[in-house]
């Protein structure tokens, strides 16, 4: 297999996605260039999305921080599902102070778009703000390079390279069928290119099934109180602030029992996190 080749594809498509150097939400401007994205929306739903977008857009170049929130968010009630309008909104309730929020759509922004240097940057910088950090369980440079590769990992960019995989696959087949001379070097790509593809279509099937077994939320009251049981009278293990990032591992009617990056457990209400 030319593994050049294909290294060079991936390589092309990651670059295509990857955004520019953000300069932070102190600093940042409302971007625009998700214009295209919701124009491509107003085609279906007509132009008032369009319209709402960029009054928001002027909102907040005017610093009218309150009034651009209540337009994007009234986008958000209609439905529109945008990394750009997500990424303004982190940068919205930035300017507001609404730390949980800010990180909240920015985590949502690079679910979409896990490539772009302007979302990641304005979420580290919103992180940087929590009152406390929660440190992984393994700082340690190994675990640290792993899991920033596991945070570029997505479902749809699992799809993409299962895809790829796939129609090389299919293409092979096609070759091996209809050109008898060639058998046997197609042989040498069959074997691998069909075991690729059969270890990305089993990734992709189990990372989909881990986040809707175990989805992120995060904290976006100023204080909750994680207890060690789903009781209210029960003891307090400890307190995150807004921002934090949590993992649910279980539910029981308003509790939630959530996990956090340093391996810490615990039980809190379901209305001090957004699920992700």
Not at 96 to 118: M, Q
Not at 177 to 195: E, H, N, V
């Amino acid at each position: 297999m030319n593994y050049k080749g294909l290294a060079a594809i991936l390589f092309f498509l990651t670059l295509s996605s990857m955004g520019r150097p953000g300069p932070g939400p102190d600093t940042a401007s409302a971007d625009n260039s998700g214009q295209s994205s919701v124009r491509e929306l107003a085609h279906n739903t007509g132009r008032q999305d369009e319209d709402i977008y960029n009054s928001a857009n002027e909102y907040y170049s005017a610093r009218d921080f309150q009034n651009a929130l209540d337009l994007y968010l009234e986008l958000i009630e209609r439905g529109v599902k945008n990394p750009y309008l997500y990424y303004n909104l982190g940068n919205t309730y930035f300017k507001l102070g609404e730390i949980g929020y800010a990180v909240l759509y920015y985590e949502k922004a690079l679910s979409l778009k896990p490539f772009d240097r302007d979302i990641r940057e304005n979420l580290e910088y919103a992180r940087r703000s929590i009152k406390e950090r929660i440190l992984p369980l393994y700082i340690k440079s190994f675990f640290r390079y792993l899991k920033i590769v596991y945070s570029y990992i997505k479902a749809k960019n699992l799809v993409y390279i299962e895809t790829f995989f796939f129609t090389f696959l299919i293409a092979i087949c096609f070759l091996y069928i209809f050109s008898p001379y060639k058998r046997q070097t197609l042989k040498k790509y069959l074997i691998p290119c069909a075991l690729l593809f059969l270890i990305f279509s089993a990734a992709a099937f189990s990372y989909r099934s881990y986040e809707k077994r175990h989805p992120k939320g995060i904290v976006v009251e100023k204080a909750i109180e994680v207890l060690s049981a789903p009781i209210a009278e029960s003891d307090v293990l400890f307190v995150l602030y807004e921002g934090t990032k949590t993992k649910l591992l279980e539910t029981r009617g308003e509790w939630l029992r959530i996990t956090l990056a340093d391996g810490r457990e615990g039980w809190i209400f379901r209305q001090s996190i957004v699920l992700i």
